[in-house]
């Protein structure tokens, strides 16, 4: 008899061993790899607390702003009476007003005003102009796999032990000078700090988190076959847990069709005829508002495990995708011009961590001429394919596998560098097969 999965008791024991290395581990780092939506920032908020709890001092390093406000709002959440130090630039408006309203968090620039406190979170930018008599006995770094291993190298001298928490399918980190001359060498400070760190320390316990709560399961399967073939994850529900429903009925056009095929598949291709076009081909930008206008347009209900009331399918529930900035400005332009303003539009590197019910996607080989290094990145693609609760609905230009076909991967191999698996030209490949079933044509 074949056992059933239970997702809720495979994290469970995942988070259990994870804390048990990090509170009573003899080794000083740590490595989590969680996929999309599987509670990464949950597991740092609790590992936080215990730690707080046993009386150990802790630095909590996060890479954006951003995400150390949040990192900081969900600890307070959750224990409204801990200390908590949020380091923050001296920059002008440099954190989240919202932590104004929050008694037990203390504010500063300086970080000896917060010498003392439990847990004090900052961004490794600013930890990198920390200097300290004593170091911290522990470190959490957040989204380790988008830190540098130069900007781990300049902080890794404030702490004793560290967990690393990060997502290996996304995006590497960015560096703004070329890094060719580091290929191959194990202090490539262009690197992710958690491939550095293990390249150093192989000896060290890696985990992963089995479980995404954010992708559905009509998702979860093809992400994870085409993104995390060595690291295979599940999703947290079932088929029959979430429904995407709409109170307006099709009106046959095809971003409606496109629209119904998602709902019902989690999956939907609005393809349009092949066509060499610049990078805001104006035709694509179009169909993206418009498959957004209707979404609005037919009153759409999401039904999940979290609530058992459908939840409306509002303009902040949405987000559409794009790989350039550009492409981006001109779907916020578009949608503009048909009345839509509060839809989240932004490049996959800024949606990295995001989550929505229903992501539109402008997919980053359509109308172009060739395949280059940039829009086969992997980790692009897999943010843009992950963010999403219920749908995702990708817009694109017919010709991708022929074009796949006519561009192989002929990416230089170097020797001693870390190969990531699958490549981008294989993810795009196998994930276009898979989107290809859902496909509507339309010759708008």
């Known amino acids: 008899m074949t056992a059933v999965f239970d997702p809720g008791a495979a994290a469970a024991?995942?988070?259990?061993?994870?804390?048990?290395?990090?509170?009573?581990?003899?080794?000083?780092?740590?490595?989590?790899?969680?996929?999309?939506?599987?509670?990464?920032?949950?597991?740092?908020?609790?590992?936080?607390?215990?730690?707080a709890e046993a009386g150990r001092p802790l630095m909590v390093v996060a890479q954006t702003n951003a995400q150390v406000d949040d990192l900081v709002l969900r600890l307070a959440e959750k224990n409204p009476d801990l200390p908590v130090g949020r380091l923050h630039s001296s920059d002008t408006d440099p954190y989240?007003?919202?932590?104004?309203?929050?008694?037990?968090?203390?504010?500063?620039?300086?970080?000896?005003?917060?010498?003392?406190?439990?847990?004090?979170?900052?961004?490794?930018?600013?930890?990198?102009?920390?200097?300290?008599?004593?170091?911290?006995r522990h470190a959490i770094v957040d989204e380790a796999y988008q830190m540098r291993s130069d900007a781990l190298l300049a902080v890794a001298g404030l702490f004793e032990r560290a967990l690393f928490v990060g997502d290996p399918g996304q995006l590497d980190p960015f560096a703004i000078v070329g890094s060719d001359q580091w290929a191959g060498l194990s202090y490539d400070p262009s690197g992710s700090a958690v491939t550095t760190l293990l390249a150093h320390n192989p000896e060290l316990p890696?985990?992963?988190?089995?479980?995404?709560?954010?992708?559905?399961?009509?998702?979860?399967?093809?992400?994870?076959?085409?993104?995390?073939?060595?690291?295979?994850?599940?999703?947290?529900?079932?088929?029959?847990?979430?429904?995407?429903?709409?109170?307006?009925?099709?009106?046959?056009?095809?971003?409606?069709?496109?629209?119904?095929?998602?709902a019902e598949s989690g999956w939907g291709l609005l393809e349009l005829p092949a066509r060499h076009t610049p990078r805001t081909d104006p035709e694509a930008v179009g169909a993206v508002a418009a498959v957004v206008r209707r979404l609005l347009d037919r009153g759409g209900a999401a039904t999940s495990e979290r609530s058992?009331?459908?939840?409306?399918?509002?303009?902040?529930?949405?987000?559409?995708?794009?790989?350039?900035?550009?492409?981006?400005?001109?779907v916020r332009a578009a949608l503009a011009d048909l009345g839509v303003h509060d839809v989240t539009v932004d490049t996959a590197n800024r949606l990295q961590g995001r989550e929505y019910d229903v992501t539109v996607v402008l997919h980053p080989l359509s109308g172009r001429p060739d395949a280059t290094a940039f829009h086969l990145e992997t980790g692009r693609l897999c943010v843009l394919a992950s963010r999403h609760r219920h749908a995702c609905i990708m817009i694109c230009r017919a010709?991708?596998?022929?074009?796949?076909?006519?561009?192989?991967?002929?990416?230089?191999?170097?020797?001693?560098?870390?190969?990531?698996?699958?490549?981008?030209?294989?993810?795009?490949m196998s994930t276009w097969d898979r989107w290809s079933e859902h496909r509507v044509a339309w010759r708008p």
């Open 13 to 51: 024991q995942a988070t259990d061993a994870i804390l048990a290395d990090t509170l009573h581990g003899i080794h000083r780092g740590v490595v989590v790899d969680s996929p999309p939506g599987a509670g990464k920032s949950t597991l740092v908020v609790r590992a936080a607390l215990e730690l």
């Open 96 to 136: 989240d007003k919202a932590l104004d309203g929050l008694a037990n968090v203390r504010k500063s620039a300086k970080a000896a005003d917060l010498t003392g406190l439990p847990v004090t979170i900052s961004t490794a930018a600013k930890w990198a102009h920390v200097k300290v008599d004593e170091p911290w």
């Open 399 to 428: 010709g991708v596998s022929d074009l796949l076909d006519d561009y192989p991967s002929t990416e230089p191999v170097q020797l001693g560098t870390v190969v990531k698996f699958p490549d981008g030209w294989e993810a795009m």
């Open 308 to 330: 058992p009331d459908p939840a409306p399918l509002t303009a902040d529930r949405v987000a559409v995708g794009t790989a350039h900035r550009d492409q981006a400005a001109a």
């Open 206 to 262: 890696q985990h992963r988190l089995p479980v995404s709560w954010r992708l559905p399961a009509s998702a979860a399967p093809l992400v994870s076959d085409a993104f995390y073939p060595y690291t295979p994850f599940r999703s947290g529900t079932g088929h029959d847990d979430r429904r995407l429903t709409f109170a307006v009925p099709s009106d046959g056009s095809a971003p409606d069709r496109v629209i119904d095929e998602a």
